[in-house]
């Protein structure tokens, strides 16, 4: 397994602890600790793409595990923000199912040998949301960062129906026999 595999498979075995942090311990230590993990976990998405990438290291398990590490990392601080109420449930609905669409895409187009790469607003999308469960976590209830919280919250809104769009107009082909 190379470093890019390993270092997918440590963002998956960071969600339990990323998880334990929020749950267990009390805020906000326990947020600050998730905070922590959460944004070691990002970078070991960056990381891992960057290395395959620039070292020829790109594997099917790469390409199959990184983006299902990245919707499982992002899934569970979307649902603990709904059980913890700090998002309404119909955002995380939309943000995940815009996952579920692209994956079903994807898994279409592999089946007619078409690979769909991740595009720009996908990773606008990635980021913005990444960054927005990052000040979520942080908010603790100060007017300023309240503020710029939900601002993140309805770009990542925005940016994840424009990424959805986006896949589905450039490649609706792949439904065409």
Not at 33 to 50: E, N, P, Y
Not at 85 to 98: F, G, Y
Request: glycine fraction near 6%; charged fraction near 15%.
């Amino acid at each position: 397994m190379n470093l890019a595999n390993k270092l997918t498979l440590f963002r998956v075995i960071l969600i339990p602890f990323f998880l334990l942090s929020l749950y267990v311990i009390d805020a906000p230590y326990g947020n600050i600790i998730g905070v922590i993990i959460f944004i070691v976990a990002c970078l070991t998405d960056f990381l891992d793409g960057h290395i395959a990438r620039s070292r020829n290291l790109v594997t099917n398990f790469g390409k199959f595990m990184d983006p299902l590490a990245d919707k499982l990392l992002v899934s569970s601080a979307l649902i603990y923000f709904v059980e913890s109420q700090e998002l309404a449930a119909w955002i995380v609905i939309i943000i995940i199912s815009r996952e579920f669409i692209i994956s079903g895409f994807r898994l279409v187009a592999a089946n007619t040998g078409k690979v769909i790469a991740a595009g720009w607003w996908g990773k606008i999308k990635t980021a913005t949301t990444m960054v927005m469960i990052i000040v979520v976590l942080c908010s603790f209830d100060f007017e300023g960062i309240v503020v710029i919280e939900q601002i993140l919250i309805y770009a990542s809104l925005l940016f994840t129906i424009i990424s959805a769009l986006d896949y589905i107009t450039k490649n609706v082909d792949v439904f065409k026999e």
